[in-house]
């Protein structure tokens, strides 16, 4: 999971919740990233993010390729139900 913003008040959030879901779901690798700096065009050109427009893009990726893409603030719930679809331990 790539959570791609600035240090702004629609994704800070998402960092925090991102940080505390780390230990209880220690099968997936949480990242954050600037959405500022060079390292992060790869997600801005993805065709999944292309027309977003608001932040955090936040990007799940399961055996290399996208598996999801959301942009805005997001709440626990919604990243927890997207984790269970996406990286369910039974996969």
Partial sequence: MICCGRMGPMCIPVYKIMHHLETIYPHVMFLDM????????????????????????????????????????QTKEQIVAILGEVFSTGD
């Avoid at 390292?39 to 990726?61: D, G, N």
């Fill in 34 to 73: 600037g959405f500022d700096t060079r390292a992060s065009r790869f997600i801005r050109v993805l065709p999944e993010c292309r027309s977003f427009k608001s932040l955090p893009i936040t990007i799940y990726y399961k055996n290399g390729k996208v598996a999801r893409a959301t942009t805005g603030i």
